[in-house]
């Protein structure tokens, strides 16, 4: 019994001490140290939000996330911080930590329809399709008139095989927003699937008068022509498509159908063009079987024969489109191996091919630390 009392005392010094003045004075001192770290926390996450948002607006997103993530474990209630980080991650692919981040961020600010949207759209990128409907229904509860939710909630009902509720909603959304490329697209796509070609055409000619530098969109409107043998206008927009991207295997060899027999030596020519667009993209393919080779070799620690396989396909890559790929591999092999010093030196050409590599970036701070 008096040793539980001695402890009761020790536990509760200021009333046994000075008087309760002192207890006070112990209780402020505490509250002015909280206080002090507190603002050296926000101080400091401010900082590193400041940093990460620069990256972002460099488009190095894989380096952005790093301070992004400090910075929310300072300050865990900042909601443009959690946006931002919640955004980076969506973009890098992380899918369910973004859906995490836009959860939190919704049970902080449940009033803001912005915060349903962005998680409806996380949601949906995890493939977690009726849970998005219901955020983008939360959106429209507090926005009616947000054409951004309208037109993402076109989408996730497009893809559910719900076309009539669809086309509802992006005619909503077109209504709310006429200048928005991404309702037309996706609206066309919706219709061509119906095939209602006429439709789907009225639908592209408005996009491409939106966003008239799009070889994707000019080659959608010649297909929705071609098949409606309006022939002319179909060689029209192929044409468009080519010049914008004279790698557009797809049109090249639609036009070539398109005009065999009203100019066969064009339509060869074109065949040509398209044989060696192919040509490329086989190459291309035995690039990357190279790199999944290598990637074999990776998982039994056989850096050697890892390092050769992908020294091999990046010199058959030159400027090609995985080359980021093969940089960011070849470095960690490298460093797997003890070559620290090229395997950074490999690491920084993956992020200057291809700043949003979160791989790249998280291996080149471990080196520098």
Same mark, same amino acid.
């Given at each position: 019994?008096?040793? !539980? =009392?001695?402890?009761? &005392? ?5 009333? !046994? ?45 894989? +380096? ?15 909601? @443009? ?7 980076? =991650? ?57 054409? /951004? ?15 009539? +509720? ?26 061509? @699937? ?17 966003? *008239? ?10 297909? /929705?022509?071609? +098949?409606? /043998?309006? /022939?002319? +206008?179909?060689?029209?927009?192929? =044409? ?73 396909? &990046? ?39 291809? *700043? ?14």
């Amino acid at each position: 019994m008096n040793l !539980f =009392r001695n402890r009761l &005392l020790l536990a509760l010094p200021c009333i !046994f001490a000075a008087g309760i003045v002192t207890c006070v004075a112990l209780a402020a001192g505490s509250a002015q140290t909280r206080a002090q770290k507190s603002s050296v926390d926000e101080s400091q996450a401010q900082q590193l939000f400041l940093q990460g948002q620069e990256l972002v607006s460099q488009g190095r997103l894989a +380096e952005a996330e790093i301070p992004l993530i400090q910075a929310a474990s300072l300050s865990p209630r900042d909601i @443009d911080l959690l946006v931002l980080l919640g955004k980076v =991650r969506g973009r890098l692919g992380e899918h369910k930590e973004a859906v995490a981040t836009f959860r939190r961020i919704v049970q902080l600010q449940p009033r803001v329809a912005d915060n349903h949207l962005n998680l409806a759209i996380a949601l949906a990128d995890e493939q977690q399709r009726d849970a998005a409907l219901a955020a983008t229904a939360a959106a429209l509860a507090l926005e009616p008139r947000s054409a /951004s939710a309208h037109l993402n909630r076109a989408r996730l009902l497009a893809d559910l095989h719900r076309n009539q +509720e669809a086309r509802a909603e992006f005619e909503l959304a077109s209504r709310y927003d006429s200048h928005n490329p991404d309702i037309f697209r996706y609206w066309a796509l919706l219709e061509h @699937d119906e095939n209602h070609l006429a439709k789907e055409t009225e639908l592209l000619q408005h996009l491409v008068q939106l966003q *008239p530098n799009n070889d994707r969109d000019y080659f959608y409107l010649g297909r /929705s022509l071609s +098949e409606q /043998s309006r /022939s002319a +206008e179909a060689v029209a927009a192929l =044409r468009r498509a080519i010049s914008l991207n004279p790698h557009a295997g797809d049109a090249l060899y639609m036009l070539s159908m398109e005009v065999k027999h009203s100019d066969p030596a064009e339509a060869r020519r074109l065949l040509q063009q398209f044989i060696q667009v192919r040509d490329e993209d086989a190459k291309l393919e035995n690039i990357k079987n190279l790199g999944n080779q290598a990637y074999a070799a990776s998982k039994r620690q056989d850096w050697p024969e890892a390092t050769q396989l992908l020294r091999q396909a &990046l010199s058959m890559c030159g400027d090609c489109s995985i080359a980021a790929g093969l940089h960011r591999n070849l470095g960690l092999a490298l460093c797997q191996s003890g070559d620290l010093e090229e395997g950074a030196k490999e690491l920084r050409a993956t992020l200057a091919l291809d *700043p949003n590599d979160r791989d790249a970036a998280a291996a080149l701070n471990m080196i520098s630390r």
